[in-house]
């Protein structure tokens, strides 16, 4: 694979997590003038003015989620489906939300013809989570907030790991993991990351 060095050399040295970005192809999820870009270290625009993740930024907070094959996991900001694409090699179920309906049916569409059929892709204000499958294994949020969201911290099962970015949008923000303990939880810093806002309740398009 094209980035596996890139990968590497960024701190990315799971194999799991490796091979997994190596089953697949970038440039399945970013369209037009940038597809030609797909292999580079780099986020993109798609579309509704949103970005698909670097690729070492993807390596990394896949690693720091350490998902093991039976685990349920949910990712909030669907985006293009990639996140979402290299978990489903990792992860038993993944639940993938987006507020932008046009992302969820561009990223179904691909997950269709890839044959990943362990993902479930929805469009919904992932800030609320997905109490109808909670508790998850495994949380990754790709869109930052300033606080974790109290919802999404009651989601995750005892033992379980979140990974995510904090801070205000404008500014460098830091990419955390929680892990939920028996009597509370437990925050680490991880790398400064930069995201697009997590926001509130569903978009118009
Ligand atoms: N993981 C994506 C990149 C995500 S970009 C990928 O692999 O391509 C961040 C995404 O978070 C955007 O698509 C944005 O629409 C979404 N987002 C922002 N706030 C949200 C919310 N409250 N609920 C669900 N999705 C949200």
Known sequence: MRFVFTLRQAGVTDTRVLKAMEQIDRARFVRGLFAERAYDDTPL????GQTISQPAVVGL?????????????????TGSGYQAAVLSKLARRVYTLDRHRTL?????????????????????????GLPEQAPFDRIIVTAAAEDPPAR?????RTG??????VGQSDTVQRLIRVRRLEDGYDYEELRPVRFVPLVEGLAQD
């Open 45 to 48: 625009p798609i579309a509704c």
């Open 61 to 77: 907070m896949t690693q720091a989620l350490e998902v093991n094959p039976r685990d349920k996991v949910l990712e909030i900001g």
């Open 104 to 128: 969820v049916a561009d990223a179904r569409a691909v997950f269709r013809d890839l044959e990943l059929h362990n993902i479930t892709a929805m469009t919904a204000d992932g800030t609320r």
């Open 152 to 156: 999404l911290l009651a989601q995750l």
């Open 160 to 165: 379980g790991i979140m990974v995510l970015p």
